[in-house]
């Protein structure tokens, strides 16, 4: 009786520390990783980009269309409000098709009327994300339309960038 | 006793493996998660590293929320305490409450049948610590909510639409993080939501609601109704998903997924409506008029008129409602497209004949339901009273009736439908002239004895409710009514300056029949007896239309219901290619013992409104809840969600999220404050609104099912 208690009690205590070692271990490199800044994939962040479109020509951006493409599961738009400056400022955000938004795809758009127009490039819109992949996400642009005033198309580029 | 030593050896090894967990950040709840938030509203997760907080928070009474900012070895504000006095602030003999909802403006653009509003809620935070705002608010029951905006000072940030469980996450995310979020839901087609987190000391944040639906066109007159106020519900034991009537400060212990919080009598917050109108009524106007508000009006070019309120702003404690009357002959049947994108959608209004002497009268069997409950107290239900005298009244020979009146239970005038003479008429008018209001609105049980009443075939059955509607289990009421009704119709009479129209226009809908409402201050028996005399005389029965060469899908309602005189009908669908010239349309019908077919021509209309699109859109999403009220699973609610993302048109599985993640707040701690509103005029708060603490004592029975 008293050989098999000892035993068992040699038996808990060793289950005992080898498990607190175990949890000292994981517990000391989640520390380290904290310190070296690794940010935990499941926790999600929130930050802007900007959506840059340069247009070229001499005559100035009046309207445009924007295809945004993403991974679903590593971004998520949650707001989109104006660009930089005027025409298209913080006070306009521009309008969304959500078709396809459950996809990763949103199409962004937006126009104006103010005479005021600009060339080359500008950030047209400002994009609120929820980031839950650690890095840099990448979001896919495409312009679909980029137009004058009086309705001619234009050449343009879009981009989405960080704030530099 | 003594402890065996290896026990004793265990259990240190277990203190050192805790106190491991808790040097590592490790804690019961994981990274990434919301701290556990007890009914007292401490958060246990972050007592052990926030002494100061759990100190400040001491004197938190155990009905507020209280939420940590998710931030590492941030330093602490301190300034819990001084928040905490804010907010119990109290208001009495008519002092102003603090709340952070300074104002709302409603401004409606009519264009014909098409109304497009603009609502603009502005949140202001008076406390001295952050705070997150929930407002439980009203919108027209067929409202389709297609833009969201948070305005941040000049800055507009889009709100975007995504299914609703998603949204909240996000929005729980954001907010623990301690960024500005906002998210508006759909908690009944009538009632929203609205949640603005982070609202810092002094700083104000303004959203902005756009939303589309159509003005009603009633004996000949059109109206455009704008609810202020939710009024307060009654919930059925053993609901859960109901909306719940609750003193200010109290809203977290309801047991009901909605709460809305009410002002006592001694109170007022300083919230205050302004609402302008912008009428293009597309016809000559004889008449422009409000039974609810002092208005003044100014001409306009194009023959439109701006019309504001007299004192330009109000206490939001009833309905708006705005009327117009045509000033040449009454409208005819009315057809529009839409264009939204790639999408196009028709709007067509059957109108029946005005005048019902020149149609076959058939014999009725009315059984009259009438809700004698708590809310209805007062001016309620002398109106019902006024209501029934009129009905009565108005009642042929030929004619049988029954009375069925609910409060806690139902009982009825008498077991079967008496004939309408001159004996039994007068029983029925002193059975209720002593009706009194009190207790709960169990509606099921009075439309289940009213179902219950041996019905005579040769009779078209008029199933008539006189109600406010306060419920808080509409869904029920509606799927009982539906599987209920047989070759019966529902006559839904709203009584009330904040009727429940959702659930008023709900039993007209899935009863085959129409929905009328009166307010406190207006004729109820000049109105219900033209009401109910029409009721005799259906324009047109087994109502179908022949679409010819339009290609049309997805049609609403699918059902078309009888038209009564006074009573037209709005049918939407999608058009699914261009309208050929020349096209028509045939409105067949049976009327008396005839079958009759109207031709209307139809064309595209000269500026295709997108709003049409939208008003489509949410009639699809309200008939799939209707048809399947009370029996959604989970792929349903995919497919309205989907359906619902996809048209940016709100439904109750969505929402729209905007955040603001360009800066994260100060502070590390904030408060859930709810919005409190006034009760309905004309509605009592002793009768209506109950405090949870009563509602658990049985010596208050009668006030726990006052309602």
Known sequence: ?164 | MKIPPHILRSLAAAVVMLAACLWSGCSVTPRGMAPCTTASGFSFSDLSDREESSRTLEGVPVTDEVWVIERPSAPHSGKEAAARADLLAEGKNGELVPIPLRHSSYEVKVAGILAETHVRQRYENPFSAKIEATYVFPLPDDAAVTDFLMVIGERRIRGIIREREEAKKIYEEAKRQGYVAALLTEERPNIFTQKIANIEPGKQIDVEITYFNTVKYLDGEFELALPTVVGPRYNPAGTTDGVDAMPRGKGCKSPQAVAVEYLAPNERSGHLVGIAVTLDPQLPVARIGSPSHEITTEAMEGGRTRIVLAARETVPNRDFILRWRPADKPLQTAFWTGRNGDERAFALLLIPPADETTLPRQPREMIFVVDRSGSMDGAPLKKVQEAMRACLEGLDAKDTFQIVEFSNRASSFGSDPVPATAANLKRALTYVEKLKADGGTEAAAGFKLAFAIPHDEAKLRIVSIMTDGYIGNEEEILALVKSKLGGARVFAFGVGNSVNRYLIEGLAAVGHGAAAFVGLDEDSGTAVGRFYRRAAYPALTDVAVDWGALGVEDVFPKRLPDLFPGRPVLVTGRLTSAIPGGATISVCGRRGGETIRNRIAVAESATPAPAVCHIWARHKIAQLLLENAGERDGRLRQRLAEFSISHTVLCPYTAFLAVDASRVTAGDAGYSVNVPVPVPDGVRYDTTVVDPEQRAQPANRKSERAY
């Open chain 1, 1 to 164: 009786m008293t050989a098999h208690n000892t035993k068992h009690e040699t038996r808990n205590a060793k289950r005992g520390w080898l498990l607190f070692g175990l949890l000292l271990l994981a517990a000391v490199s989640g520390r380290a990783a904290a310190a070296a800044g690794v940010v935990e994939s499941a926790t999600p962040r929130f930050e802007t980009r900007e959506l840059v479109v340069d247009s070229r020509g001499a005559v100035g951006l009046a309207a445009w269309q924007v295809e945004l493409k993403y991974d679903p599961a590593a971004v998520a738009i949650v707001g989109v409000e104006g660009g930089a400056a005027a025409p298209f400022g913080p006070d306009k955000p521009p309008f969304y098709d959500p078709k396809g938004l459950t996809a990763g795809r949103i199409i962004l758009a937006n126009l104006t009327t103010d005479g005021k127009l600009r060339t080359g490039a500008q950030a047209v819109a400002k994009l609120h994300l929820r980031i839950t992949a650690p890095g840099e996400p990448k979001i896919e642009t495409k312009v679909v339309a980029a137009g004058t005033a009086a309705g001619a198309r234009i050449k343009a580029t879009a981009e989405v960038k960080k704030k530099s």
